[in-house]
T-cell receptor, first 112, second 113 residues
Framework: GENVEQHPSTLSVQEGDSAVIKCTYS??????FPWYKQELGKRPQLIID?????GEKKDQRIAVTLNKTAKHFSLHITETQPEDSAVYFC???????????FGRGTSLIVHP | DAEITQSPRHKITETGRQVTLACHQT?????MFWYRQDLGHGLRLIHY???????NKGEVSDGYSVSRSNTEDLPLTLESAASSQTSVYFC????????????FGPGTRLTVT
């Protein structure tokens, strides 16, 4: 089955710096890659997603890139703010299954 | 507005008791899922359902069961609660298409003493 590896497990940055979280996946048939943000004590919520026919997608300070050849995708957050502090999960899924495979999460800490 | 809710939000129970966690969604989604979240393990799939009368086991299904009698609800039952089942439980639902996200409920924190 699919395997998603996420790195790093913890990321500490200063406010205003950029943050990058990387995920690799094993199943070349995967074609949907969402990213979820989970604030402390809250539910995971989608912040951005990318489909396999697109290489990059941006939404204000966040962007996701996808390299299908290398089977990896990354989340980029620019001009980080303290409210960006949370756990971020990547996931991968494919046609024929509604079940995403999640990475283990990255705890992002933004220091004021 | 459509939503997904869970109850109770917090539950303390004793080892060996049967516990049922409720999940209710008004999105009219056919797909529903139960996950548990523990430190260091991320989100692990317990059971899932693709529609009424359909249930399937996930990667950590031992000790849990679900039933799907209507589109809106997927209750999760712990037949005989164990301390290893102390966790935060999230219910989720999604549209009938793989290229769409899951919508998560607010979670239930379960403590088994």
């Amino acid at each position: 089955g699919e395997n998603v590896e996420q790195h790093p497990s913890t990321l500490s940055v200063q406010e205003g710096d950029s943050a990058v979280i990387k995920c690799t996946y094993s199943d070349s048939a995967s074609n949907y890659f969402p990213w979820y943000k989970q604030e402390l004590g809250k539910r995971p919520q989608l912040i951005i997603d990318i489909r396999s026919n697109v290489g990059e997608k941006k939404d204000q300070r966040i962007a996701v890139t996808l390299n299908k050849t290398a089977k990896h995708f990354s989340l980029h957050i620019t001009e980080t703010q303290p409210e960006d502090s949370a756990v971020y999960f990547c996931a991968a899924s494919k046609g024929g299954s509604y079940i995403p495979t999640f990475g283990r999460g990255t705890s992002l800490i933004v220091h004021p | 507005d459509a939503e997904i809710t869970q109850s109770p939000r917090h539950k303390i129970t004793e080892t060996g008791r049967q516990v049922t966690l409720a999940c209710h969604q008004t999105w009219n989604h056919n797909n529903m899922f139960w996950y548990r979240q523990d430190l260091g393990h991320g989100l692990r799939l317990i059971h899932y359902s693709y529609g009424v009368q359909d249930t399937n086991k996930g990667e950590v299904s031992d000790g849990y069961s679900v039933s799907r009698s209507n589109t809106e609800d997927l209750p999760l039952t712990l037949e005989s609660a164990a301390s290893s089942q102390t966790s935060v439980y999230f219910c989720a639902s999604s549209k009938d298409h793989v290229l769409y996200e899951q919508y998560f409920g607010p979670g239930t924190r379960l403590t088994v003493t």
